[in-house]
């Protein structure tokens, strides 16, 4: 009598088992993660600081996404990338307020940890040469300079006549590419050297710095423009 019970029960908690999983009940995953060297402005309910994250065993520059959560067990510090073993909870959506993740991540082992070496564009750049010459200023003429934020994705800065402001693209730890300048209409005698200055912007692919210098190549390892850091 026992067994037939059993046999009778049984399939009631096989269903019962189907049915939590199309709740959103599958058992606890396991991924490798990689998380970015900063946060980023982002909104989920309110406004707030999102972590970025990718999958996979590798990551690529430009494929970030946000995270709108934490890690639970994860110790988070600016300026690094780092690769984490995570297990992904699935949580009852049943018991969640209706703004809330139906999914937790938390830390299993911290993989690599490395410094994010494009952080050091970020920083206030001032031009010295263009296309292998030295750019001249008069007397009483400041020099061309521009500011990178890495974060942003934005470059900006005051040429020889006007401001200007773009895009970057960084597709790898030295691989960069500006996107169309744009830049307010002032007039003036340097308009000429303005223009070639944001052509060069155009050529760049590649980056590095050396001696506080950050040189500008193009895809030929060509140098065409080096900036100095501001002091």
Avoid at 25 to 33: F, L, P, Q
Avoid at 196 to 213: L, S, V, Y
Wanted: charged fraction near 25%.
């Amino acid at each position: 009598m026992n067994i037939l019970k059993v046999l009778a029960v049984l399939p009631l908690v096989l269903a019962g088992c189907s049915a939590v999983k199309k709740a959103g009940m599958d058992a606890d995953v396991e991924k490798t993660i990689w998380i970015n060297s900063y946060k980023v402005d982002c909104t989920g309910v309110a406004p707030m600081s999102c972590l970025q994250y990718q999958e996979g065993e590798s990551f690529q520059y430009d494929g970030w996404l946000n995270l709108y959560q934490g890690i639970e067990g994860f110790e988070y510090r600016p300026g690094n990338i780092y690769k984490l073993r995570v297990r992904v909870e699935q949580l009852n959506m049943a018991n969640l307020p209706a703004d809330a993740s139906s999914i937790r991540y938390h830390l299993v082992k911290v993989l690599d940890t490395k410094s994010d070496p494009t952080l050091r564009l970020n920083d206030i750049w001032v031009l010295e040469k263009l296309e292998g010459n030295v750019f001249e200023v008069r007397e009483h003429e400041n020099r061309p300079q521009m500011e990178i934020n890495v974060a942003q994705r934005r470059v900006g800065g005051k040429a020889p006549c006007n401001n200007f402001f773009g895009s970057i693209t960084l597709k790898s730890e030295d691989t960069i590419e500006f996107g169309k300048m744009g830049s307010t209409m002032m007039a003036c005698p340097q308009l000429d050297k303005e223009r070639k200055m944001f052509k060069a912007f155009d050529a760049i692919r590649t980056w590095k710095i050396e001696n506080n210098r950050l040189i500008f190549s193009d895809e030929k390892k060509m140098e065409v423009m080096v900036f100095r850091k501001v002091d």
